[in-house]
């Protein structure tokens, strides 16, 4: 099953998608956020009967727009922690991206001139949670998982390494495209790649990942509470433009497409102001 959040006249709402062409509305959600929270979700989703949608013309926000945590994997594909110069890890490197930093899947990327030196793409798989996890183990964690997406972690690369932490460096307001789908059925093992401008950037499969989504969720509940429509950003493989001899960024105009088979593709345009 997918499932998604529209933009409508007034608001938002979830609506689960029947085809390519079209989606029924879940009358009583705003949003994926507010669908999650519900402990039937799963049903409610799948007996929705509220208006069609014509998904050509449809505007497509966040797909889970308001989760409580975004939790972000640093060097978590072996391809990508080669290419920077490093150990394969023994623990998954944990940072943080907020709700504001979210935007949608086709949505232009606005990026303030002053921040706009070393942009750079990272093409990622999100996990959504869908049920409240704590203290889980690896062989349950993926009962907790409501499904999977894509996303663009969006990377202003000075910023991130003007100190010893990342996270400034991934906070840029509204600019990580995710979306446009949620999927309850994805498993692992497919293509991800990022193009710039078309040209192939990042290619690789989201099996190549060091620690699975399973393990991701059993360590970082270890640590904290994960909720319903929490995200766990798993990491990016290599050929990131930072790490390139020259380096390549993300210039005005310019667009990043993320795609990973079966899931979909994020595709934002940069506008530098």
């Not at 942009?119 to 907790?144: F, T």
């Not at 495209?177 to 710039?196: C, H, K, N, Q, S």
């Not at 995200?231 to 290599?238: A, E, M, R, Y």
């Amino acid at each position: 099953m997918r499932l998604t959040t529209l933009r409508r006249s007034g608001g938002t709402a979830a609506a689960r998608v029947d085809s390519d062409t079209s989606a029924t509305l879940i009358d009583g959600y705003a949003d994926l956020s507010e669908l999650l929270a519900d402990s039937d979700w799963k049903s409610v989703a799948q007996n929705a009967t509220g208006g069609s949608v014509d998904l050509t013309s449809a505007d497509y926000a966040p797909v889970v727009p308001h989760p409580s945590k975004v939790v972000c994997v640093g060097l978590n594909y072996a391809t990508h922690i080669k290419e920077m110069g490093r150990d394969l890890p023994q623990y998954p490197t944990l940072f943080a991206k907020f709700a504001d930093s979210l935007a949608g899947p086709y949505d232009d990327i606005v990026v303030p001139e002053y921040a706009a030196a070393q942009i750079d793409w990272e093409a990622e798989l999100a996990v959504v949670i869908g049920k409240q996890a704590y203290q889980v183990v690896e062989s349950d964690a993926a009962e907790y998982i409501a499904g999977y997406s894509v996303i663009n972690d969006y990377t202003m690369r000075d910023y991130q390494y003007r100190t010893m932490m990342w996270d400034q460096g991934k906070w840029l307001e509204r600019s990580s495209g995710f979306g446009p789908f949620l999927d309850t059925d994805y498993r692992t093992g497919t293509a991800i790649e990022a193009r710039l401008d078309g040209e192939v950037m990042q290619s690789a499969t989201t099996d190549d990942l060091v620690f699975s989504p399973e393990k991701l969720v059993d360590y970082v509940s270890h640590i904290v509470t994960l909720r319903p429509g929490d995200v766990i950003i798993t990491g990016t493989t290599g050929g990131v433009g930072h790490a390139r001899k020259p380096a390549v960024y993300v210039r005005d105009g310019q667009t990043v497409e993320v795609t990973i088979e079966g899931l979909g593709t994020v595709k934002n345009k940069t506008i530098v102001k």
